[in-house]
């Protein structure tokens, strides 16, 4: 397909709807009344005024523009820290309050080893004992001390 380059003898006719909003237009901007704000109207008045400034006109009303919205923008951001922090403030009272006055939650039993097993390792073992009949010997006393050290800590 070819592109063909629009020239303005070739641009269609312009519709009803447009050449009254064109009519529309040319009266806003002809008035001498402020146009409503976000129309088309408002938009073309506002590029005029800029065009009939000059560059030293306009410097210190951007720099007074700048100026406000820095203020306004500090200002936004002062409002979120005091919002944070009251935020953080209402949050960690109330956890504060339970963590001090909560009761102390009641001690765990931990089963401890140790007693007649100390007594085993106290003294060598027999040289005619074999390592299978020690290590039977160590966790038969040490099964007991365990179980024991149960039954102590549920009474």
């Known amino acids: 397909m070819t592109e063909e380059k629009m020239t303005d003898h070739d641009e269609p006719e312009p519709t009803e ?7 529309e237009l040319a009266r806003a901007l002809d008035a001498k009344i402020d146009p409503a704000p976000g129309s088309d109207a408002a938009f073309a008045a ?9 560059a030293v006109d306009v410097a210190p009303i951007v720099d007074r523009a700048v100026a406000r919205g820095a203020r306004a ?26 963590a001090r006055y909560a009761p102390a939650p009641a001690p765990v039993m931990v089963p401890t080893f140790g007693g007649p097993t100390d007594a085993i390792f106290a ?14 010997r160590i966790a038969t006393t040490r099964a007991h001390d365990y179980f024991a050290a149960i039954a102590a800590g549920a009474r």
């Open 123 to 136: 003294a060598p073992f027999p040289d005619a004992q074999r390592a299978s009949e020690r290590m039977d």
């Open 17 to 23: 709807a447009e050449l009254r909003a064109a009519e």
């Open 46 to 54: 506002a590029l005029r005024a800029t065009r009939q400034k000059s």
């Open 73 to 98: 923008g500090r200002g936004r951001t002062r409002r979120l820290w005091l919002v944070a922090a009251a935020a953080l403030l209402a949050v960690s009272l109330p956890i504060g309050w339970v």
